[in-house]
Protein backbone atom coordinates (compact mmCIF):
# COMPACT_ATOMS: atom_id res chain seq x y z
CA UNK A 1 0.00 0.00 0.00
CA UNK A 2 1.05 3.81 0.44
CA UNK A 3 3.84 4.58 2.16
CA UNK A 4 3.81 8.03 1.96
CA UNK A 5 1.13 10.48 2.92
CA UNK A 6 2.26 14.11 1.84
CA UNK A 7 0.22 17.07 2.64
CA UNK A 8 -1.28 19.44 1.40
CA UNK A 9 -1.35 18.31 -1.91
CA UNK A 10 -1.66 22.45 -3.56
CA UNK A 11 -0.86 25.64 -1.55
CA UNK A 12 -0.51 29.40 -2.35
CA UNK A 13 1.49 31.96 -0.35
CA UNK A 14 1.87 35.71 -0.85
CA UNK A 15 5.77 36.82 -0.84
CA UNK A 16 6.96 36.99 2.89
CA UNK A 17 4.96 34.50 4.49
CA UNK A 18 5.42 31.08 5.33
CA UNK A 19 4.21 27.72 5.52
CA UNK A 20 4.84 23.62 6.15
CA UNK A 21 5.05 20.93 4.24
CA UNK A 22 4.18 17.22 5.74
CA UNK A 23 5.20 13.47 4.91
CA UNK A 24 3.56 11.18 7.04
CA UNK A 25 5.65 7.18 6.61
CA UNK A 26 3.51 4.18 7.29
CA UNK A 27 6.45 2.09 7.33
CA UNK A 28 9.59 2.67 9.22
CA UNK A 29 12.49 4.56 7.14
CA UNK A 30 15.67 5.13 7.17
CA UNK A 31 16.00 8.67 5.69
CA UNK A 32 14.17 10.98 4.19
CA UNK A 33 14.86 13.59 1.23
CA UNK A 34 13.10 16.69 -0.26
CA UNK A 35 13.35 17.70 -3.83
CA UNK A 36 11.93 21.03 -5.44
CA UNK A 37 10.56 20.31 -9.04
CA UNK A 38 10.98 23.16 -10.74
CA UNK A 39 8.98 24.20 -14.33
CA UNK A 40 11.66 22.13 -16.79
CA UNK A 41 11.17 18.95 -14.44
CA UNK A 42 14.41 19.16 -12.70
CA UNK A 43 14.99 17.96 -9.45
CA UNK A 44 16.64 20.15 -7.19
CA UNK A 45 17.98 18.40 -4.16
CA UNK A 46 16.93 20.11 -0.90
CA UNK A 47 17.36 18.12 2.03
CA UNK A 48 18.56 14.67 2.82
CA UNK A 49 18.02 14.05 7.06
CA UNK A 50 18.29 10.07 8.47
CA UNK A 51 16.99 12.15 11.42
CA UNK A 52 16.73 15.44 13.57
CA UNK A 53 16.11 18.96 11.45
CA UNK A 54 18.55 20.82 9.41
CA UNK A 55 17.92 24.12 7.62
CA UNK A 56 19.26 25.99 4.49
CA UNK A 57 18.36 29.91 4.15
CA UNK A 58 14.60 29.72 4.59
CA UNK A 59 14.29 26.37 4.52
CA UNK A 60 13.88 24.45 7.41
CA UNK A 61 13.51 20.20 7.30
CA UNK A 62 12.66 17.96 10.41
CA UNK A 63 12.68 13.80 9.82
CA UNK A 64 11.08 12.17 13.18
CA UNK A 65 11.78 8.40 12.57
CA UNK A 66 9.82 7.39 15.53
CA UNK A 67 6.71 9.30 15.05
CA UNK A 68 7.51 8.52 11.09
CA UNK A 69 7.41 11.61 9.54
CA UNK A 70 8.92 14.55 8.27
CA UNK A 71 8.24 18.14 7.31
CA UNK A 72 9.49 21.00 5.43
CA UNK A 73 9.22 24.35 6.31
CA UNK A 74 9.29 27.25 4.47
CA UNK A 75 9.40 31.08 5.83
CA UNK A 76 9.06 34.12 3.59
CA UNK A 77 8.41 33.17 0.86
CA UNK A 78 9.73 34.10 -2.66
CA UNK A 79 8.53 34.04 -6.42
CA UNK A 80 11.38 31.51 -7.47
CA UNK A 81 9.90 29.08 -4.25
CA UNK A 82 6.56 28.39 -6.82
CA UNK A 83 7.04 24.65 -8.04
CA UNK A 84 6.18 21.42 -7.16
CA UNK A 85 7.90 19.73 -3.63
CA UNK A 86 8.43 16.05 -2.80
CA UNK A 87 9.21 14.29 -0.16
CA UNK A 88 11.06 10.88 -0.58
CA UNK A 89 12.14 7.95 1.60
CA UNK A 90 13.60 4.67 1.46
CA UNK A 91 12.41 1.96 3.66
CA UNK A 92 14.69 0.27 6.06
CA UNK A 93 16.93 -2.52 4.56
CA UNK A 94 15.63 -2.20 0.69
CA UNK A 95 17.13 -0.40 -2.20
CA UNK A 96 13.41 0.87 -3.01
CA UNK A 97 12.95 4.86 -2.60
CA UNK A 98 9.42 5.67 -1.95
CA UNK A 99 7.84 9.59 -3.39
CA UNK A 100 5.46 11.47 -2.03
CA UNK A 101 2.82 12.73 -4.14
CA UNK A 102 3.80 16.15 -4.66
CA UNK A 103 2.83 19.75 -3.22
CA UNK A 104 2.60 22.07 -5.54
CA UNK A 105 3.21 25.73 -4.71
CA UNK A 106 2.83 28.72 -6.02
CA UNK A 107 4.10 31.83 -4.71
CA UNK A 108 1.99 35.00 -5.51
CA UNK A 109 3.39 39.01 -5.68
CA UNK B 1 32.29 17.35 -10.27
CA UNK B 2 30.08 14.83 -10.89
CA UNK B 3 27.66 15.34 -13.59
CA UNK B 4 24.28 12.99 -14.98
CA UNK B 5 23.37 13.34 -18.64
CA UNK B 6 20.54 12.18 -19.70
CA UNK B 7 19.82 11.35 -23.50
CA UNK B 8 17.84 11.65 -25.37
CA UNK B 9 16.42 15.19 -24.04
CA UNK B 10 12.73 14.55 -25.50
CA UNK B 11 10.95 11.89 -27.81
CA UNK B 12 8.04 11.85 -29.88
CA UNK B 13 7.37 7.77 -30.28
CA UNK B 14 4.78 5.98 -32.27
CA UNK B 15 2.76 3.17 -30.30
CA UNK B 16 4.68 -0.79 -30.95
CA UNK B 17 8.28 1.23 -31.97
CA UNK B 18 11.02 0.86 -29.98
CA UNK B 19 12.77 3.01 -27.77
CA UNK B 20 16.25 3.73 -25.55
CA UNK B 21 16.66 5.69 -23.29
CA UNK B 22 20.43 6.43 -21.79
CA UNK B 23 22.01 7.97 -18.46
CA UNK B 24 25.58 8.44 -17.81
CA UNK B 25 27.66 9.41 -15.01
CA UNK B 26 30.74 11.23 -14.63
CA UNK B 27 32.89 11.59 -11.94
CA UNK B 28 31.92 8.88 -9.64
CA UNK B 29 33.16 5.25 -9.58
CA UNK B 30 30.83 3.02 -8.93
CA UNK B 31 27.46 5.15 -7.95
CA UNK B 32 24.09 3.21 -7.63
CA UNK B 33 22.04 4.16 -10.30
CA UNK B 34 18.02 4.17 -10.79
CA UNK B 35 15.12 5.08 -13.30
CA UNK B 36 12.07 6.77 -12.49
CA UNK B 37 9.27 7.35 -14.72
CA UNK B 38 6.39 10.67 -13.71
CA UNK B 39 3.46 10.73 -15.61
CA UNK B 40 2.59 14.71 -16.05
CA UNK B 41 1.11 16.03 -13.19
CA UNK B 42 2.08 13.06 -11.00
CA UNK B 43 4.45 12.05 -8.64
CA UNK B 44 7.57 9.95 -9.25
CA UNK B 45 7.62 6.12 -9.62
CA UNK B 46 11.30 3.87 -8.84
CA UNK B 47 11.01 2.00 -12.07
CA UNK B 48 14.60 -0.46 -11.60
CA UNK B 49 17.78 -0.16 -9.61
CA UNK B 50 21.38 -1.17 -9.92
CA UNK B 51 24.42 -1.50 -7.85
CA UNK B 52 26.48 -2.48 -9.89
CA UNK B 53 27.90 -3.10 -13.33
CA UNK B 54 25.43 -6.11 -15.24
CA UNK B 55 23.42 -6.23 -12.35
CA UNK B 56 19.56 -4.44 -12.63
CA UNK B 57 16.84 -4.68 -9.95
CA UNK B 58 13.52 -4.36 -11.06
CA UNK B 59 10.70 -2.79 -9.03
CA UNK B 60 8.13 -1.90 -10.92
CA UNK B 61 8.73 -2.97 -14.63
CA UNK B 62 5.73 -1.36 -16.93
CA UNK B 63 6.59 -3.59 -19.83
CA UNK B 64 10.26 -2.05 -19.37
CA UNK B 65 14.06 -3.28 -19.39
CA UNK B 66 17.12 -1.90 -17.78
CA UNK B 67 20.60 -2.70 -18.19
CA UNK B 68 24.17 -1.53 -17.06
CA UNK B 69 26.04 -1.85 -19.35
CA UNK B 70 29.37 0.15 -18.11
CA UNK B 71 30.02 1.26 -14.79
CA UNK B 72 28.76 4.66 -15.44
CA UNK B 73 26.12 3.90 -17.82
CA UNK B 74 22.25 2.94 -17.57
CA UNK B 75 19.52 2.26 -20.02
CA UNK B 76 15.80 1.93 -20.23
CA UNK B 77 14.04 -0.01 -23.25
CA UNK B 78 11.70 -1.43 -24.60
CA UNK B 79 10.77 -2.96 -28.06
CA UNK B 80 7.18 -2.12 -27.99
CA UNK B 81 6.20 1.09 -26.70
CA UNK B 82 2.44 1.46 -25.25
CA UNK B 83 0.50 4.88 -24.51
CA UNK B 84 0.64 4.59 -20.92
CA UNK B 85 4.93 4.80 -21.66
CA UNK B 86 4.31 8.35 -21.96
CA UNK B 87 5.53 10.52 -19.27
CA UNK B 88 9.08 11.90 -18.01
CA UNK B 89 11.76 9.78 -17.17
CA UNK B 90 14.52 10.38 -14.82
CA UNK B 91 17.94 8.90 -13.93
CA UNK B 92 19.44 9.23 -10.60
CA UNK B 93 22.58 7.85 -9.31
CA UNK B 94 23.52 7.89 -5.48
CA UNK B 95 26.56 6.63 -3.66
CA UNK B 96 24.59 5.33 -0.16
CA UNK B 97 21.32 6.49 0.11
CA UNK B 98 21.01 10.39 -0.91
CA UNK B 99 19.94 10.22 -4.48
CA UNK B 100 20.98 13.01 -7.49
CA UNK B 101 18.99 13.32 -10.57
CA UNK B 102 19.51 14.28 -14.13
CA UNK B 103 17.69 16.53 -15.98
CA UNK B 104 14.90 14.10 -17.49
CA UNK B 105 13.73 12.75 -20.97
CA UNK B 106 10.49 13.63 -21.92
CA UNK B 107 8.48 10.68 -23.77
CA UNK B 108 5.44 11.69 -25.89
CA UNK B 109 4.28 8.19 -27.12
CA UNK B 110 1.59 8.70 -30.26
Known amino acids: GDQVEQSPSALSLHEGTGSALRCNFTTTMRAVQWFQQNSRGSLINLFYLASGTKENGRLKSTFNSKESYSTLHIRDAQLEDSGTYFC???????????FGTGTRLQVLP | AQTIHQWPVAEIKAVGSPLSLGCTIKGKSSPNLYWYWQATGGTLQQLFY??????VESVVQLNLSASRPKDDQFILSTEKLLLSHSGFYLC?????????FGPGTRLTVL
Open chain 2, 50 to 55: SITVGQ
Open chain 2, 92 to 100: AWSLEYEQY
Open chain 1, 88 to 98: AADPSNTNKVV
